[in-house]
């Protein structure tokens, strides 16, 4: 079968055809696309805050922040973040061209703009939070918290270990020194090239003294993160801190697929409803823990309103996060040992004032040493005193100090004075034990026995099973969909503004979309009335 030319689809608009009527931008956007809503809910925001720091009373009017803020936050929720192709895709893509009007903005005020309103955006942030919570879609029912590793803009070969930084600070020392003393002697000469001011090196000292500031910086940084190793009981000596030299505000650690890079750990409380997100932050420390609380109390401050119940992984279970979010009055749901005896642990009676039976000695547990546990010993609250395996009574005696992560915890110290001729002393009692077993307790073991307890029931793991879909859905998505497996700033206090942008654009999208669904429900609804 032969086809002629005429078979095939022709173009519905020659390139070089005049048109009486040119569509509009307008007409290129679909009537459903989510870019109108999008631009619906930014433009009902207040920007008075972002306004206030523009000069208008000289120069071109500038392009209104909320454009500028579009257009990033766009972007971020499409997968583009690189400044360039964010001014490539305001000139090419519709959706841009329809967003901003026509306005094309270059990546050099892209950069910026993106760093400037760290502050501001933080309300903005805090807008669409409020917007969500008022439709019903955030009710800070259940939230959960977690947190993930993002690498850092450094490479895992630019570190370096406190040795290397010290050679390398005497090195170029040494050469700014000898550079000076060269500089020293062309201005006392007076020939061609003599600096022409007394205050001010020459450009080429100058750039090499900020290069020795910043080597100062890092060595700082490698000793201190030294010194935490030692305290760790980790000898420096044998396994030195590594120190990311580009971005020295972020720390090796493990990655998620794998292997060590410089990284920074950012956090998300997620709330359990809708998803959105309702507080965010980035630490450079390997754990999470240590924002959660500050977390939970910006939460109260923005919306008004305390989460009621936190799901959190084991990674944020001490004792003082637990009792922390107590004192605020939130429920806390995250794996916990107690120290109290379990089910299966025969110390675990009803009468802690008998022993217990001889036969079932082999199933009290054991601790590190071999020596009977924690868990074998019931605390009275009420009596304020342990009760040994045998029933003898463990008042309290003292208390001391000890330290723990760079916090001194007051312990309170229980002793047994019935432990000569027991029978269970030599399996209690350690070689260093002179005058009988003794039990401490920190001042947050009531919380996590509180905790440990409610973890117990059927309610708390079915609810605790969805900690994975609320938690880490949203780290899902800021990663593969919207493409934040790298940042693009340096500087922690730069990083959290990127990935407080992230945030925003990740919720201005839900948002979207829920508001595209209750309008369509409304619609229908409206529909079946008048029908």
């Not at 703009?113 to 669409?128: D, I, M």
């Not at 450009?203 to 935490?228: I, N």
């Amino acid at each position: 079968m032969v086809m002629t030319t005429d078979y095939w689809a022709t173009p519905p608009m020659r390139r070089d055809q005049s048109t009486l009527f040119a569509p509009t931008l307008d007409d290129m956007i679909d009537p459903d696309d989510p870019v109108r809503l999008f631009d619906e809910v930014l433009a009902g925001r207040d920007w008075s805050d972002w306004e206030a720091e523009y000069d208008l009373s000289r120069g071109q009017p500038p392009i209104h922040p909320r454009h500028v803020a579009a257009c990033l936050l766009y972007g971020m929720a499409r997968g583009i973040r690189s400044s360039r192709k964010l001014e490539e895709s305001c000139c090419y893509r519709v959706d841009f061209l329809w967003l901003l009007e026509g306005r094309r903005i270059d990546h050099t005020t892209l950069c910026k703009f993106r760093t400037k309103f760290a502050a501001q955006l933080k309300g903005l942030f805090r807008q669409v939070c409020q917007v969500a919570m008022t439709l019903g879609l955030v009710r800070l029912g259940e939230v959960a918290f977690d947190g993930t590793r993002v690498k850092a803009n450094n490479s895992r070969y630019k570190t370096r270990t406190a040795a290397t930084l010290e050679e390398k600070l005497q090195a170029l020392d040494a050469l700014f020194d000898e550079m000076l003393a060269d500089a020293a002697r062309v201005d006392a000469s007076g020939a061609e090239g003599a600096s022409d001011s007394a205050t001010r090196l020459p450009p080429e000292l100058a750039e090499l003294s900020e290069r020795r500031q910043r080597v100062r910086d890092a060595l700082e940084k490698a000793r201190a993160a030294d010194a935490t190793r030692r305290k760790q009981g980790v000898d420096p000596t044998k396994n030195p801190a590594q120190v990311p030299t580009t971005d020295p505000d972020s720390r090796v650690m493990p990655n998620k697929e794998g292997g060590y890079a410089p990284n920074y750990t950012p956090t998300a409380i997620t709330d359990g409803h809708r998803g959105f997100i309702v507080d965010v932050d980035v630490t450079s420390d390997v754990n999470e823990g240590g924002v959660l609380v500050e977390a939970v109390e910006r939460i109260g401050a923005n919306l008004g309103a305390l989460p009621e119940k936190l799901l959190t992984d084991a990674g944020n279970n001490s004792g003082h996060l637990l009792a922390g979010l107590e004192q605020l009055g939130v429920e806390v749901y995250a794996p916990v040992e107690s120290n109290q005896p379990q089910a299966d642990n025969p110390a675990r009676r009803d009468d802690t004032t008998q022993a217990v039976p001889q036969s079932e000695w082999v199933r009290l547990p054991r601790n590190a040493q071999g020596k009977l546990a924690k868990s074998c010993f019931v605390y009275d609250a009420e009596r304020d005193e342990y009760r040994c395996p045998q029933g003898h009574m463990m008042p309290f005696t003292k208390t001391k100090q000890e330290e723990r992560g760079g916090e001194k915890v007051t312990l309170r110290v229980y002793q047994c004075a019935s432990c000569s001729g027991c029978p269970l002393a030599s399996a209690c009692l350690s070689e260093q034990a002179r005058h009988g077993r003794t039990i401490t307790r920190d001042p947050y073991e009531a919380a996590r026995e509180r905790v440990a307890a409610r973890m117990a029931t059927e309610p708390a793991r079915e609810l605790y099973d969805e900690r994975p879909r609320i938690a880490e859905t949203t780290f899902g998505i800021l990663k593969q969909v919207m493409g934040l497996r790298q940042f693009l700033l340096r500087g922690l206090e730069r990083v959290r503004t990127e990935w407080t942008w992230a945030a925003t654009a990740f919720n201005l999208m839900k948002l979207v979309r829920e508001l595209g669904r209750l309008r369509a429900e409304w619609s229908g609804l409206s529909g079946a009335a008048a029908s």
